[in-house]
């Protein structure tokens, strides 16, 4: 009969044939079917099937960003960062390095003239390695900027030089552009350089310690999908227990909570690598910009033979703040040790600086200039390298706790993102399963 049935529809022009095929499916058909107990069952199971695919699918999206921000962080963000830093202490060193060796007349100390040039490589191989980054034009912007002004200063750092060991008074004034094109338009530009590469690690640290609210949500209400499911089987066909549904619920119960506490724990070591790391990191940063900004101004002061206050005040003002964040430092975190030896080490440096105000005040420029500059234990340059290097032993420690709690932030979440589709899988295939029983008895 279907054989004839299908001849006949085979015979007929395509209009005849569609409206047969049109009226063999009526609506009222359709809505008959639509009431039956099969197509209430193919519902629950395509909604249960969608609801499982998209728990996994979400999940594993919000897990695979969350890598991605960390991996970004740890191989990007917080190098450049670190880069920023080092770029802007390069430059200060270079700069209160040329003033040393000014106030050293005639042919500077070679101690004094390689730490000098050594500080200028280390600012230019810095502007090197973040030639690659993308840190958007603002950025690129500064580093441009810092890398025209370099070559000026440099040059104009020379020729101060040379009018120096001539003992041409004019020596001073170039020296004096050469540490105003630094201290007003370099220095400024790495330190915005430096704050913005710190800004994109907190924004990311900020980020992921905040829930992934739709990994949560979504394989929740698909477990209540299940859940509701099995009561709607219960009370339609007193079916007790299926299986299929069952599993498939344990399933997505297991997804869950496998995003949940992986999910915590890599928050937690990203609360820790914010807390005992970038914060701690930017502390120290700030506190090694501060102790070069006044040791800038502590040889400047010589190098002009100012005797108004405004040097002073500077000085005053940049180790007042530093001396404050080196008190507030935390006993626990890591780099403490570290901050107690800057912390003696700027007391001698602001007692030099003392007796470096008292030569002056004296009209001992010479004595001046060997209290600031000169060799001795106790003397001004011993003081600053002292704090400088504490304050860089601090740097690596915290930046070590940084990297080491954000790896493991990303770890944790490795095996999460493949783990939510194998899982989804295997729950929908089983909501299949537990519902193919009940649709073959309606054959």
Not at 75 to 81: I, K, T, V, Y
Not at 190 to 211: D, F, N
Not at 269 to 284: E, I, K, M, Q, Y
Not at 372 to 391: C, F, K, R, S, Y
Request: hydrophobic share 45%; proline share 4%.
């Amino acid at each position: 009969m279907a054989r004839n049935e299908e001849l006949r529809l085979d015979e007929l022009s395509p209009r005849a044939a569609a409206a047969a095929v049109r009226e063999r499916f009526s609506k009222t058909d359709m809505r008959t079917f639509a009431h039956s107990s099969p197509a209430k069952l193919i519902a629950v199971g395509l909604v249960l099937l969608g609801m499982c695919v998209a728990a996994g699918v979400v999940t594993a999206t919000a897990v695979n960003h969350r890598q991605h921000a960390l991996d970004v962080l740890l191989d990007q963000s917080e190098p450049d960062a670190y880069s920023a830093q080092r770029l802007y202490t390069s430059l200060s060193v270079a700069d209160a390095s040329a003033g040393t060796a000014f106030i050293s007349g005639g042919l500077e100390p070679k101690p004094v003239r390689d730490r000098y040039n050594q500080a200028i490589g280390e600012a230019a191989a810095e502007l090197v390695t973040q030639s690659d980054r993308s840190g958007g034009d603002t950025d690129t912007d500064l580093r441009s900027g810092i890398a025209t002004g370099l070559p000026v200063y440099s040059g104009l750092v020379e020729t101060a030089r040379t009018d120096n060991r001539n003992s041409l008074p004019v020596g001073a004034a170039y020296l004096s552009e050469a540490s105003n094109l630094m201290q007003s338009t370099m220095l400024p530009m790495a330190q915005e350089l430096q704050e913005h590469r710190s800004a994109a690690i907190a924004a990311t640290q900020h980020h992921h310690v905040q829930p992934p609210w739709s990994a949560i949500i979504l394989p929740l209400l698909a477990v209540a999908a299940l859940v509701t499911a099995q009561l709607f089987l219960f009370r339609r066909w007193n079916r007790v227990l299926n299986p299929g549904l069952l599993l498939a619920t344990a399933i997505m119960v297991a997804l869950l909570g496998w995003t949940v506490l992986a999910g915590v724990i890599s928050a937690v070591s990203t609360t820790h690598s914010r807390d005992d790391g970038s914060v701690p990191t930017a502390a120290l940063t700030e506190s090694r910009i501060l102790a070069q900004q006044a040791r800038a101004a502590e040889t400047l002061k010589l190098v002009r033979r100012d005797t108004s206050a405004e040097y002073d005040n500077t000085f005053d003002q940049a180790t007042t703040k530093l001396s404050g964040i080196l008190a507030g430092y935390s006993k626990d975190a890591p780099g403490a040790s570290e901050v107690k030896t800057a912390s003696d080490a700027l007391s001698h440096w602001r007692a030099a600086h003392q007796r470096m105000n008292d030569a002056l005040s004296r009209g001992d420029f010479i004595g001046a200039g060997a209290v600031a500059t000169g060799p001795g234990a106790n003397e001004a340059t011993a003081q600053v390298d002292t704090l400088d290097h504490a304050l860089g032993d601090g740097i690596t420690d915290t930046r070590n706790t940084l990297r080491t709690n954000a790896s493991h932030a990303a770890r944790t979440l490795d095996l999460l993102a493949p783990g939510a589709l194998v899982l989804s899988t295997a729950a929908a295939v089983l909501v299949a399963a537990g519902l193919w029983p009940r649709l073959r008895e309606y054959r």
